[in-house]
């Protein structure tokens, strides 16, 4: 029992702990004025949500989180960064203060709807006693993968997971032709060809 009590206090104390950085990294994010550093602090915010998840034994959106967040968006906003300014505008204080409220007041709101949520791992939260019971129950038989969540991904809701692959495909796609990464991007290229060989 003294072992299985130690587990979850140091389960526990690996969530503060991942916690409270992606409280320290937020707020670096929020004060910084360098989008550079910004786009960076954002990967590392990603990094850190991705071992979140898999403290929480969510591998499958951890490894999403650390693709999508930490891979593709960062190398999406470098790209954006280039044809922008590298560094944000100073705000007044009075304009700050309303998305403080708003944050403050929602961040309320969401404390006070996880009052009536189930504990964490409870068995007989609806989550373990419907569906999920199902899927551990049938998984072995119809799929014959050990891991639950794959198959649940790969084969119960392929049609869902494809669909999800095909948005993030048409945004990756519609950010990069934003970005002028087509033929603006080579008629520039030309261009600046041009004025070397003319220089």
Do not use: H
Request: with cysteine.
């Amino acid at each position: 029992m003294t072992g299985y009590e130690g587990a979850d206090l140091a389960i526990a104390l690996i969530n503060v702990i991942l916690l409270g950085l992606l409280f320290v990294v937020a707020i670096a994010i929020a004060r910084m004025r360098s989008l550079f550093a910004i786009v960076m602090l954002s990967g590392i915010y990603s990094l850190i949500s991705a071992s979140w998840f898999v403290a929480l034994d969510a591998v499958d959106v951890a490894f999403t989180e650390a693709a999508v967040g930490a891979g593709i968006s960062t190398a999406l906003l470098l790209g954006a960064m280039l044809l922008t300014s590298r560094t944000a505008k100073p705000e007044k204080r009075s304009t700050a203060i309303v998305p403080l409220l708003v944050v403050i007041a929602v961040g309320c709101m969401l404390v006070y709807a996880t009052i009536d949520l189930p504990a964490f791992g409870d068995p007989d939260s609806p989550a373990n006693t419907y569906v999920g019971t199902a899927y551990i129950e049938r998984t072995p038989q119809d799929i014959g993968v050990p891991n639950i969540v794959t198959a649940v991904l790969a084969s119960y809701r392929g049609f869902d997971t494809l669909g999800e692959v095909g948005v993030v495909f048409a945004a990756a796609l519609a950010v990069i032709l934003l970005l002028g990464f087509g033929e603006r991007s080579l008629s520039a290229a030309i261009g600046r060809k041009d004025k070397g060989g003319r220089g």
